[in-house]
């Protein structure tokens, strides 16, 4: 068995498709998704690009050693090379293990010093890029821009061929972690993806629209640091499109490597995991980027695996699943690895089994960027609670309000749920060893 895990950054579950919510095109991934498993209840752990990236490589949730957002602003803690990790087991199973693209799950090390025997950043690419186009002058910020990079020479087309071409030369089972940074805002798509949407076809997200009433005073406070008092929707637009576009070319980017496996004669004895660390907010509640709430728009992300010697062709998973943290364990159990320490995750296979006894997604945030702001979150199929430690907290009845837009945590008619859902929190927090969960602020969830 081969194991190839595609990675992308903020991509939202919804933006594929063969859902039929979203109208971005990803013809690849939808085929994929066809003969593998779709998991339509994936859950991020922490929708932060460095604790997610973290999760994935150690199979623990990032609160549990320290790491409680991006490292490199502000101190804080991050995986340390010591020990070992389920690539240092594959490598010792005989595997050749490779990691492309870019690297943030260790603020202290790098890929080979966590078993990775190839490791091409994301960074080498861009350079390419730099000395044939020289300095583009972008002026669109975080907003975006079209970008005149031919997308061969972009970073999803030229990193995936030179994985491809790595692959290629494998004559031992191989393990590739193919990890793009896009489409993380700015979102700067080429053609022929840039011109594939129009703005005035964009639908605003369920999430659009929000007051921020009864709701913690750092939502309305971040829309202020990025400065986007009284957008609308056609403000929004443009770099909604462009977002979609950028999945367009990232699908494509990944159609060619996929079609490396396919000619190599491979693709059937390769466990493909395609997956994003987290999504984006992408004018949902008026707001950009990912901080500062645990709504869908952030944490549920598409989760797709094809591996058929293990999982069925074209199936549809419903079930609650957490991409980073069952990651470790699900390859641990493929190949036959002892586990690499404490797993807070649980393998793919068991949940389709039925075997998952949390039928739920926990997600956590610990704030950034502006300043710091905890947040615990459980969501079930119809309700999610929030846990703000510092600030009022937060109950959705997603089945009446999808978009997550209107607090409902002083409704007495949910107060049963509430305490429920609470208690559940507090023991999953706890097995997964939150820092938070230590007897100070914790008598909250007992209320």
């Given amino acids: 068995m081969n194991i190839l895990l595609i990675l992308v950054d903020q991509w939202r579950a919804e933006c594929l498709g063969s859902l039929g919510k979203i109208p971005v095109k990803t013809p690849n991934l939808d085929k994929l998704a066809s003969e593998g498993v779709l998991f339509t209840n994936a859950y991020t752990p922490t929708p932060v690009c460095a604790p997610a990236r973290q999760s994935i490589l150690s199979g623990r949730q990032a609160d549990s050693f320290g790491a409680l957002w991006n490292y490199g602003l502000g101190g804080i803690g991050s995986l340390k090379a010591e020990g070992e990790y389920w690539p240092h087991r594959l490598k010792n199973a005989g595997y050749s293990n490779a990691y492309f693209g870019q690297w943030h799950a260790s603020e202290t090390a790098g890929p080979k010093d966590f078993g990775y025997d190839y490791y ?10 730099n000395k044939k186009y020289g300095n583009i002058p972008y002026k669109n910020g975080w907003f975006g821009d079209e970008s005149p990079v031919d997308y061969h020479d972009a970073v999803p087309h030229r990193l995936a061929k030179l994985t491809g071409e790595w692959i290629e030369k494998q004559t031992t089972p191989w393990h590739v972690w193919f990890d793009l940074s896009v489409p993380h805002l700015p979102c700067r798509p080429s053609e022929p993806f840039s011109s594939m949407y129009k703005p005035e076809d964009t639908v605003p997200w369920a999430s659009f629209g929000d007051t921020f009433e009864n709701k913690p ?54 466990l493909v995991v395609f997956t994003s660390d987290h999504g984006d907010t992408c004018g949902g509640h008026g707001m950009m980027d990912k901080h500062y709430i645990l709504y869908d728009d952030v944490t549920r992300i598409p989760l797709i695996v094809r591996y058929p010697k293990a999982f069925a062709r074209g199936f549809i998973c419903d079930e609650f699943v957490s991409n980073c943290l069952d990651f470790a364990p699900t390859v641990e159990t493929l190949a036959s690895l ?83 859902m609470k208690g559940q929190l507090k023991v999953s927090l706890k097995r997964r060893n939150d820092p938070f969960c230590n007897g100070w602020v914790d008598w909250q969830l007992d209320q």
């Avoid at 091409?120 to 890029?129: C, N």
């Avoid at 406070?221 to 929004?236: G, S």
């Avoid at 119809?382 to 703000?388: A, K, V």
């Fill in 120 to 129: 091409l950043p994301e960074s080498a690419v861009k350079d390419e890029i």
């Fill in 338 to 420: 002892e586990p690499a320490g404490v797993r807070h995750g649980t393998p793919l296979m068991d949940t389709l089994a039925g075997k998952n006894p949390e039928k739920f997604a926990v997600s956590t945030s610990n704030g950034q960027q502006f300043g710091l702001f905890t947040q615990r979150s459980i969501r079930n199929r119809r309700y999610r609670y929030i846990w703000n430690l510092t600030d009022i907290d937060e109950f959705y009845d997603l089945e009446l309000d999808p978009g997550e837009k209107i607090n409902r945590i002083n409704c007495t008619e949910y107060a049963e749920i509430q305490k429920e």
């Fill in 217 to 270: 005073f750092i939502q309305q406070q971040q829309i202020h640091n990025w400065h986007l008092e009284n957008m609308t929707w056609d403000d929004f637009a443009p770099t909604v499109a462009r977002y979609y576009a950028m999945m367009s070319q990232i699908d494509d980017a990944v159609g060619n490597l996929i079609k490396t496996l396919e000619n190599k004669g491979i693709l059937d004895d390769t």
